[in-house]
């Protein structure tokens, strides 16, 4: 089976733009989590998407919102970036049903650099 | 709130010798407990993990330990390879949702 795929891989946006990241799961996968990842705090949770809903989210401001679509494909904007918005997005697919305790398989990341 | 601590943040050893990686979590409803490597410009990939009802799991040269009452759990890694240099991450899950460990820069020396 192919891996989780994000893309971009790579961007450059400044500050005030938005950004918009996929992220395709792993076939068969219909639970999409994202998290940020920096230096200094570490990978954080963003929020999780099961069959088109938002099933939890973490501690972000409102600038970053997600969706999914019908085929498990996930998107998540992030709006009037900062430059505290620089990060890896990761994304990651989980079989998950229910929410639980599956397994998370990352994919390699965007990283979003903000001048 | 929720949290995990993990320690040592840096870990060097010599090829051949064990390394042991250390993960407190604060919420008792922690129920699933993956240890993730993450290699320099890659995403974590997934090693080893086990649940809230298991004490013990191991897989190869890696194991890992779980003691729900002091909320304390474990990566062991044996018979270290230079393969193994990596920032490893330990996780506790609760509803889905994965709280992580600040990292482990592991160098194996040859």
């Known amino acids: 089976k192919a891996g989780v795929t994000q893309t971009p891989r790579y961007l450059i946006k400044t500050r005030g733009q938005q950004v918009t990241l996929s992220c395709s799961p792993i076939?068969?996968?219909?639970?999409v989590s994202w998290y940020q990842q920096t230096p200094g705090q570490g990978l954080q949770f963003l929020f999780e998407y099961f069959s088109e809903t938002q099933r939890n989210k973490g501690n972000f401001p409102g600038r970053f919102s997600g969706r999914q679509f019908s085929n498990s494909r996930s998107e998540m904007n992030v709006s009037t970036l900062e430059l505290g918005d620089s990060a890896l997005y990761l994304c990651?697919?989980?079989?998950?049903?229910?929410?639980?305790?599956?397994?998370?398989?990352f994919g390699p990341g965007t990283r979003l650099t903000v001048l | 709130g929720e949290n995990v601590e993990q320690h040592p943040s840096t870990l060097s050893v010599q090829e051949g010798d064990s390394a042991v990686i250390k993960c407190t979590y604060s919420d008792s409803a922690s129920n699933y407990f993956p240890w993730y490597k993450q290699e320099l410009g890659k995403g974590p990939q997934l090693i080893i993990d086990i649940r809230s009802n298991v004490g013990e799991k191991k897989d190869q040269r890696i194991a890992v330990t779980l003691n729900k009452t002091a909320k304390h759990f474990s990566l062991h890694i044996t018979e270290t390879q230079p393969e193994d240099s990596a920032v490893y991450f330990c996780a506790a899950s609760i509803l889905g949702k994965l709280i992580f460990g600040q990292g482990t820069e592991l160098s194996v020396k040859p």
């Open positions: 990651a697919s989980s079989p998950a049903r229910l929410a639980g305790v599956y397994e998370q398989f």
């Open positions: 076939s068969g996968h219909r639970s």
